[in-house]
């Protein structure tokens, strides 16, 4: 019940596309959906994140799109552009005492030139 | 730099080693973290610890040993591994986990077990 599925496992756009990356869950108890982005040798980043009572998030080139009635969230880069290659991750925290961030398998963005 | 520093970051052992893996964190955060990353896997959970106490351990083998001897420092302890535990480890801490704040995430140590 603490999976999230994400997909797809490799993504190529290019310069100037939009690249979206889609997550599904099922514990309704996931109150929190952050997505990372993670570039080689480096440790995962914060995004953009969003809560279930919006239905979409903007920050600059990136948006979450998120259905609660689906149990989907999805993140959406506008303007795709080279140095947004990197590995994407989706996440989602359960509420309570014990909130444990639970990650999707990752896509990896490759944007080309 | 996010402020959270792994070392070493790259480390290759055999299977009968003892190494440790260490992280420490400069943005005054109580609770800090071990995940285990493997390729085209989700990232895993392995430890938390809020306040110096381990809350969390998430069915992790007893060769993988965690240390936290105060809020900035953070050990994994690594002992007769196998090579399946080839593995990014990253640390991450958080002001508190009991709230919705940021997770920092390390540079990760890539572990190698031959």
């Known amino acids: 019940q603490q999976q999230v599925k994400q997909s797809p496992q490799s993504l190529i756009v290019q310069k100037g596309g939009i690249s979206i990356i889609n997550c599904a869950y099922e514990?309704?108890?996931?109150?929190?959906f952050p997505w990372y982005q993670q570039f080689p040798g480096k440790g995962p980043a914060l995004l953009i994140a969003?809560?279930?009572?919006?239905s979409e998030k903007k920050e600059g080139r990136f948006t979450i799109s998120f259905n609660k009635s689906a149990k989907q969230f999805s993140l959406h880069i506008m303007d795709s552009q080279p140095g947004d290659s990197a590995t994407y991750f989706c996440a989602a925290r359960t509420s309570g005492s014990a909130r444990q961030l639970t990650f999707g398998s990752g896509t990896q963005l490759t944007v080309l030139p | 730099e996010t402020g959270v520093t792994q070392t070493p970051r790259h480390l290759v052992m055999g299977m009968t080693n003892k190494k440790s893996l260490k992280c420490e964190q400069h943005l005054g955060h109580n609770a800090m973290y071990w995940y285990k990353q493997s390729a085209k896997k989700p990232l895993e959970l392995m430890f938390v610890?809020?306040?110096?106490?381990?809350?969390e351990n998430n069915s992790v083998p007893s060769r993988f040993s965690p240390e936290c001897p105060n809020s900035s420092h953070l050990f994994l302890h690594l002992h007769t591994l196998q090579p399946e535990d080839s593995a990014l480890y990253l640390c991450a801490s958080s002001q508190d986990p009991t709230r919705d704040t940021e997770a920092f995430f390390g540079q990760g140590t890539r572990l190698t077990v031959v």
């Open positions: 514990n309704t108890a996931f109150d929190y």
């Open positions: 969003i809560r279930p009572d919006v």
């Open positions: 610890y809020n306040f110096k106490e381990q809350t």
